[in-house]
């Protein structure tokens, strides 16, 4: 029997990516995200995607894969910050099932980041035939607590068994973390192994979010280091003393190589969660702090990053997609959503729309994961 992992697997290698790079299909997709419009996105999708469901005899879509579809792309081409919303879950998403039609299904399959085996487009080749109807299978009443688990990825959510929870208990329990951040960032390094513990032991889902600053900092009254008040700049050297001290993180005040241009590591770290998923993504920033505030190393070297890679046994190919348009839209879209979210620092967490600043707030980010 095929897994819910192995179906979304599928769903990605064979339809996301057809669309994402697609480029006489992404400009309108884009449009239509830029105006909010989901159920135009999601009809465009409907009718592109038919002749890549006829080639390959997908002619049994259930309504939740074709709904995963929808959600993917519009993550993937930048639908980020004007489409979703707070605590009663996801706008996107409520409009999604409402555009098909259904109720009582969740997006309980968020917390999934499977990805691409590879980098080929299997239907680079595939023509956009003109609008067809499409008919879709039944869907399933109820997605069961063993998918359930698969799909989270986790068995116990604050120190709850997830077999035990119902359907609208474990839709509940599973929260959304959007991680913010800048990858030269000493804040962030120093909270960013405390973060990745944080989430996974809550079981939330983490979209990682890199953003630049230098866009960010102009419209919140922020201002680069170097421009800051002498009285200023001491103190921040005596926070991250003490932090460090603290935490048991090593930290050197005056690293070798920063400043720093932050955009090359952040096109990597998206670029890598692209092709290998969140935890990949995760990782690879981790390794990116580390390298800027620990191991004296070059994070704007190329050379350094493919390094990186190599010790993460991360595909190198990451370096080639890190410099796609994709890659630039994406981070241009984080940096957009950072600011329309009211962003002003890094990091920064954003849970069903409320804002955590800092890595010493990460204390009332636990507490909210736990409400």
């Known amino acids: 029997m095929t897994s819910v992992v192995d179906r979304v697997d599928h769903l990605v290698t064979q339809y996301v990516w057809a669309l994402e790079n697609d480029s006489k299909v992404v400009p309108g997709l884009q449009e239509k995200i830029r105006d909010g419009h989901f159920r135009d996105f999601s009809a465009a999708i409907k009718t592109i995607i038919l002749p890549i469901r006829r080639l390959i005899g997908d002619d049994d879509l259930l309504v939740w894969e074709l709904a995963y579809i929808y959600m993917e792309t519009w993550f993937r081409l930048g ?6 919303t707070t605590s009663s879950g996801n706008r996107v998403w409520k409009e999604c099932v409402e555009s098909l039609n259904i109720v009582g299904l969740h997006y309980t399959d968020r917390g999934v980041r499977t990805l691409p085996k590879s980098t080929t487009n299997p239907c680079a080749e595939i023509a956009i035939s003109q609008p067809q109807p499409c008919v879709l299978a039944e869907p399933e009443k109820e997605i069961p607590v063993s998918k359930k688990i698969i799909i989270a990825n986790v068995t116990f959510i604050n120190n709850v068994d997830v077999t035990t929870m119902n359907d609208a208990q474990l839709i509940d329990a599973i929260k959304t973390i959007d991680y913010y951040f800048a990858p030269q960032s000493p804040w962030t390094y120093l909270g960013h192994a405390r973060f990745v513990a944080l989430a996974k032991s809550a079981g939330a889902t983490v979209r990682v979010m890199p953003m630049d600053l230098g866009q960010v900092f102009p419209i919140s009254g922020g201002l680069p280091l170097g421009k800051r008040a002498p009285q200023r700049q001491a103190y921040r050297l005596v926070e991250l003393a003490r932090f460090s001290q603290a935490l048991n993180l090593p930290l050197n005040l005056h690293p070798q190589f920063f400043p720093v241009a932050g955009d090359p590591a952040a096109r990597l770290i998206i670029a890598v969660d692209m092709h290998h998923g969140t935890d990949a993504a995760l990782a690879i920033t981790g390794a990116v702090l580390s390298a800027v505030w620990h191991e004296e190393r070059d994070i704007a070297d190329t050379a350094t990053l493919a390094q990186l890679l190599n010790e993460h ?19 241009d879209a984080y940096t957009q959503s950072a600011m329309e979210t009211q962003v002003f620092g890094a990091p920064s967490y954003v849970i069903e729309g409320e804002l955590f600043w800092g890595q010493d707030r990460l204390d009332f980010v636990a507490q909210k994961l736990k409400a």
């Open 79 to 84: 639908g980020y910050g004007k489409a979703l």
């Open 313 to 331: 046994k991360l595909d190198g190919a990451c370096l080639a997609l890190a410099q796609t348009p994709e890659v630039q839209a994406r981070y």
